[in-house]
């Protein structure tokens, strides 16, 4: 299924929203944490069991969206919002069926493996297309798509707990909920589906240099480069250290200041999910924009190292000063969200945007491993910590500066980013059938 290319007069401010809707809708997957208590209760499962649809949903985000990068490029983002709309929808619909029998296997199938899928696809699908028709502004474009997948938690958390408190948190209201989420995201994808359009030819667009100029490198021969590799351990080292404190944000704030004057209560917890939930989706688009204006390398810099510094006064006196934790904890998370906004800009000025979302797409398996990494890290270290009778912000301690190693490792990779030998760039003339060929057995895989 291909797009239709856009007539003469449309405006390229059409597009973002068509991107907002697929990624406002996959960005669910951040409100996964409102069904974990009534599955425990329901169908007797433990932390660990509850949380698995979510991370098997992160690991096929990252697999699918590689191995799937080179036929969104090639059938366009139509077809890619098609597939991501099939596969989220029906990983909600047979959840649904899973709750209603009490079959968790079929929810773990659904939303986990199914809906993962839709979530790989899903996610890359714009960021092509928007890199074509933004060449002058790329960073801010694929801010403002990917800022609706840290935002879509915003709209998804309440609206899930009013469904459950409405319907009720058994596997019958579980499962009722689970259909309206896959019947109702499936037609705001439409819209989506139905608004994008491509640039004609990739031809340039008024304000911007053309789409297609300068260094071009096909997704086959960007894994080769060091550059990718570089890339993908800076994607690796920033979202790990932000997700650490995502994933456990509730129960770090209060285990931080249990014994201080000044507990923390459960919905001031609460409150500062939200307020990280927010921090992460402006960072997408803050950052992202920023980087524009002051260059790729330079705003990773900023991530990597300011979010160390912020990392190192949390674990050396974060526990003295509410305001500063939660002030620290907001700059991280939305370094975090500004690191996913701007990595499709950073592939752009790289490699050229001649097989970006490809490019993109591998890259993602980063997201993949940090997504099972630094949960593990926070979690695994805690609870040993605990057994060994510690308590309250020593919980962390240790995690933390691990955090900061991270970080570090990724500024060092971020700092041996180079411009892109020739030997890579693409030569339409003399390589295009040669990668056209090559990606063959690879999309038939």
């Known amino acids: 299924m291909s797009p239709p290319v856009a007539p003469a007069g449309w405006s390229r401010w059409l597009v973002p929203p068509a991107a907002l809707s697929v990624h406002l809708s996959i960005g669910q997957a951040y409100a996964w944490s409102v069904f974990k208590p009534p599955l425990e209760s329901s169908l007797g499962l433990s932390g660990t069991q509850s949380a698995l649809p979510f991370q098997l949903a992160i690991v096929m985000l990252g697999l699918s969206a590689a191995f799937g990068g080179t036929l969104v490029e090639r059938n366009g983002p139509r077809w890619a919002m098609t597939v991501a709309l099939v596969c989220f929808s029906s990983g909600f619909l047979i959840s649904a069926l899973g709750a209603a029998t009490e079959q968790y296997w079929l929810i773990v199938l659904g939303y986990g493996f199914v809906g993962g899928i839709g979530l790989g696809i899903g996610y890359i699908s714009p960021v092509s297309t928007l890199i074509k028709w933004f060449p002058d502004r790329p960073g801010m474009a694929t801010g403002i798509a990917i800022m609706g997948f840290g935002g879509g938690a915003l709209i998804a958390s309440p609206w899930s707990a009013q469904m459950l ?263 339409p003339a003399q390589r295009e059938a040669a990668d056209v060929e090559r990606q063959q057995p690879e999309s038939a895989a």
């Not at 080769?224 to 690796?236: A, D, E, G, H, S």
């Not at 260059?295 to 526990?319: E, H, P």
């Open 165 to 427: 408190e409405s319907f009720g948190s058994d596997s019958s209201g579980i499962a009722l909920a689970f259909l309206v989420h896959g019947l109702s995201y499936a037609v705001f994808m439409t819209l989506g589906v139905l608004l994008v359009r491509v640039p004609r030819g990739a031809q340039p667009v008024a304000g911007g240099p053309s789409a297609v100029e300068g260094v071009q490198v096909s997704a086959s021969r960007a894994v080769r480069t060091p550059q990718f590799w570089c890339l993908w351990v800076v994607l690796c080292m920033n979202v790990t250290a932000g997700i650490g404190i995502l994933e456990k944000a509730a129960p770090m704030i209060t285990d931080f200041f249990a014994d201080t004057s000044t507990p923390v209560s459960v919905s001031a917890a609460a409150g500062f999910v939200a307020l990280l939930s927010a921090a992460n989706m402006a960072g997408r688009i803050g950052w992202s924009s920023t980087s524009d204006l002051i260059g790729r390398k330079n705003i990773y810099r900023v991530y990597l190292g300011v979010g160390a510094l912020m990392y190192a006064l949390i674990a050396l006196i974060g526990d003295s000063s509410k305001p500063l934790f939660v002030l620290c904890a907001l700059v991280i998370l939305s370094f975090y969200g500004g690191g996913f906004a701007t990595i499709p800009a950073y592939l752009k000025d790289l490699f050229g945007a001649y097989q970006v979302g490809a490019i993109h797409g591998r890259l993602l398996t980063a997201w993949s491993t940090a997504g099972v990494l630094g949960p593990l890290i926070v979690n695994w270290i805690a609870d040993r910590q605990e057994d060994a009778g510690k308590h309250g912000s020593s919980l962390y301690t240790l995690s933390l500066f691990i955090m900061i190693g991270l970080l570090a490792v990724g500024f060092v990779a971020n700092e041996l980013v180079r411009p892109v030998h020739a030997r890579h760039h693409h030569v």
